[in-house]
């Protein structure tokens, strides 16, 4: 598994901004754009470089804490 799987990410809608909205809150605010699958492209894309940053600067990455909601039952 590469480091990058374990930070969770989505893509969701944004009535109030009119576009998707990309997050990786563990990492990075978020990404915009009109098309879903570019964003995550995106966002998945700058995870990488994000992590790649920490991992060449000599810095420890945040814990990832966020995680997707399960269903109980």
């Known amino acids: ?28 605010s978020g990404i915009h754009g009109a098309d879903p699958v570019r964003v995550y492209a995106d966002l998945a894309q700058l995870v990488e470089e994000v992590v790649a940053h920490f991992e060449k600067s000599g810095r420890q990455l945040p814990p990832p804490r ?3 909601m399960q269903e109980v039952g």
């Open 1 to 28: 598994m590469k480091t990058t799987d374990s930070y969770h990410k989505w893509v969701e809608w944004s009535d109030e901004d009119g576009v998707y909205i990309g997050k990786c809150p563990d990492l990075i």
């Open 66 to 68: 966020v995680r997707p």
